[in-house]
């Protein structure tokens, strides 16, 4: 598949079967998001594979946003090793960083036929203590993973979106 058709086609799964990501899948998936670009190749992403019964339920107390997915990967960046731009303090690429990340193993997912949503509604200090993070790490996206469930298929909103003209101007 050519990769603008893989972009295209992708959409956030909101329903998954009950069918386990084979572990040499979630091992590609990982692999998509450890050879991800970072700014200045620091790596500021950690990355929490979600899979115990006890680790869902413990997720499902804090996020109801987790669509039945028995794996979810949990993103956080190292406060202390994202790069942070000298000439100010207001850039910082620990969140750009991992969303890079986020997107490369979403989109791997897809090219092995596993949907994946990028969950963005929750309270990041509640999981951090849910889940004992270091104070250093900051929650930055959630991504259920899994194959989706019979029926499946994109939000109403999907195909919504802006043209090149609208987007995009050039200087």
């Not at 998936?29 to 500021?44: F, S």
């Not at 006890?54 to 202390?80: H, P, Q, W, Y």
């Not at 990340?101 to 596993?114: D, F, Y």
């Amino acid at each position: 598949m050519e990769f603008i058709d893989l972009a295209k086609s992708r959409y956030s799964v909101r329903s998954f079967s009950d069918k386990k990501v084979e572990d040499e899948k979630l091992e590609l998936i990982l692999e998509a998001g450890r050879v991800a670009p970072t700014a200045c190749n620091n790596q500021p992403q950690k990355i929490y594979v979600l899979q115990s019964v006890n680790a869902i339920e413990k997720l499902k107390e804090v996020s109801k946003f987790v669509f039945g997915a028995k794996t979810v990967i949990m993103i956080t960046a190292d406060r202390n090793a994202e790069w942070k731009n000298p000439l100010t303090d207001k850039y910082r690429t620990g969140e750009i960083d991992c969303s890079i990340v986020c997107t490369h193993m979403m989109l791997q997912a897809w090219e092995l036929g596993i949907g994946s949503c990028w969950v963005g509604y929750y309270d990041p200090d509640l999981i951090a203590k849910q889940f004992n993070l270091p104070a250093n790490e900051q929650v930055i996206a959630l991504l259920p993973i899994g194959y989706p469930a019979e029926g499946s298929k994109p939000s109403n909103g999907h195909y919504a979106s802006k043209t090149l003209k609208q987007m995009v101007s050039y200087i």
